[in-house]
């Protein structure tokens, strides 16, 4: 039969309608097929789906997402760390004492040897003279210039664009299906609310981290806050929990790490009863980033991997499973950009 | 000219259909027409109109409510005061030493003489024994047991029946505006997560309060959170700035309070420039609630109503701007009961 032009038209309009409407576009693009994708994809589908035995009312579905190594890159050192070596050369100026004393001088020597000689007490002295004496307002702005600047050594592009497509696609698909997203972290509060909300559309309000003491004050007739030198709260390993209760009050049902950092974070989720998600990104891809684990110095991976096998969580292989790592890698294959997602409303 | 029966219901229908699709329900039906429901009217609407020179993007929308004599009643004395001395009374049996021992003798006794003279030390001894040793969950639900049963002293109703309605219209109304509406309270934070998304919605991550010590530990292989007899954080005066901005990280575009302790917050909200809303409830009503200001040990009102003026912030008379008090007094008159509205998403 041959078809009128008109008739022609209307049927490939209607098989072009409803092949819009009964395609499922793939959430996860960038992910390969394999366990660990298919084990996120199962545990959202089986959670959300009304009647379902797993089913989880929306309020209760709270993801906690640590940062560093879990959603951006924490090789070879945390992004945090360059930012305060980096502000210690930039006031070094109004500190000549510095070239003279530790652990400033190690920063200005680029002697890491010798920062390293100096401790816990030293990385608390640097934290006090780049991360105190200001206001949060002014603290966020500092860390925004810097991140429009600095590169990342190996990589000679801006920080904020070695964060991991894959875990922008998990957070949009997530937060698509009802889920409330945050992150849950050992970095410091306010440097990840300086681009947590445009970089992954995770707003101020649902980042936890850890933080220095904040103090309230009115100078000339006008209220002010202000950072001190002197640390509030540590979220990391026994620390996470402690801070999920604090800040968001319920018990996540779903949490992604990457170290032993995260192993807390992972076992208090995860222990509850109910269906629950554990995922470990396991860096393994030297060549397209990292591979790292249990003898690391940055993002030590190794009573958590352990604890993964007995405790079911998935394990992310991220040379097996990330069919593209970076968001600008998405420019050299044939698909869209994905936006990381609307924020939670 | 007759209409045909037919032409007649067309009519009626479509004009009945105009009246629902124009009609605006009034939002605020609690409330009295006057000052105060025109500026938190004037406000919302200014600030949520787009193209208005006053306009908030949504994720700015941080509007915070004291709790205690702003959402619920804290007339003769605090719920969560009450409901530490009922717990003091519960576990005495546990512990014969507290009828000689004080300030939990006082409490035995009634004697709230000697009970305000056990000071602030004596206050952190009834904290310590009702308020730690336990689970947050298990916080809570005790918390919940107990409002179940207990009533107030001069209502006879439950605690929780003793909250605002102008408020609750309020909550829901911000919040159909794109608001997210937080609780910023000096009360503990644990004891509000136990009532607050069913009375308020407002969820558990949107409560911000004064809290103790959590801790997290392994016992017999499990993962436990545990309260410990120490204090955190206290978010009153101006704890309640440096509250909001460890937990929420926005400065805040509204804020209802009624006391001193809610000064620093309406100062921190309404200072930082651009269409800016403060109210302070005013406890004026005797009759249907309470009359108390600048000699009220509960609940002092008095720099923060002396500011309300120069500041130029919203003063809530009781006694004339609200229709109704409580919830429980709309069944006597003639409109349907308000929803406290769906939780933030």
């Known amino acids: 039969m041959r078809l009128r032009p008109s008739r022609f038209w209307a049927l490939a309009l209607a098989a072009a309608w409803i092949s819009t409407a009964t395609a499922q576009p793939d959430p996860l693009p960038s992910w390969n097929d394999g366990p660990a994708k298919r084990a996120i994809v199962a545990f959202v589908t089986d959670v959300t789906r009304e009647g379902s035995p797993d089913f989880i009312p929306s309020p209760e579905r709270i993801a906690t997402f640590d940062n560093d190594g879990t959603l951006w890159i924490e090789q070879p050192i945390y992004v945090q760390f360059a930012f305060a070596l980096a502000r210690v050369r930039e006031l070094a100026p109004l500190h000549p004492d510095w070239k003279d004393r530790q652990p400033f001088k190690a920063v200005l020597d680029r002697d890491m040897e010798a920062l390293a000689a100096a401790g816990e007490q ?47 696609e ?33 707003p101020p309000e649902q980042v936890v981290g850890s933080s220095i003491v904040t103090k309230f004050e009115t100078r000339d007739g006008r209220s002010v806050l202000f950072r001190l030198p002197h640390v509030n709260f540590v979220d990391d390993g026994v620390g996470k929990p402690a801070g999920i209760e604090q800040q968001i009050g ?6 992604f790490g990457n170290s032993d950092g995260d192993l807390q974070m992972l076992q208090w989720t995860t222990e ?3 269906r629950r998600l554990g995922v470990v ?65």
Do not use: C, N
Not at 171 to 189: D, E, N, P, Q, W
Not at 250 to 255: D, E, H, I, K
């Open 122 to 168: 030293g990385a608390a002295e640097i934290v006090a003279a780049t991360h105190a004496g200001m206001t949060p307002e002014a603290f966020r702005q500092i860390v925004r210039d810097w991140l429009a600047t600095a590169r990342h050594p190996r990589f000679d592009r801006p920080y904020e664009e070695l964060v991991y497509q894959p875990m922008l």
């Open 170 to 202: 998990v957070l949009a698909y997530m937060r698509a299906h009802g889920f409330k997203t945050f992150i849950v972290s050992g970095g410091g509060i306010e440097f990840m609310r300086a681009f947590a909300e445009k970089r992954y559309g995770i």
């Open 250 to 255: 319920r018990r996540p049902v779903a949490a």
């Open 272 to 274: 509850a009863g109910g």
């Open 281 to 345: 990104v396991h860096h393994t891809d030297a060549e397209r980033e990292y591979a790292y684990d249990r003898q690391s110095k940055v993002g030590r991976l190794d009573k958590a991997l352990e604890t993964a096998a007995t405790d079911r969580w998935t394990v992310i292989d991220m040379k097996r499973d990330w069919k593209t790592v970076f968001p600008f890698e998405r420019s050299l294959v044939a698909h869209p950009p994905i936006k990381p997602g609307m924020p939670d409303p």
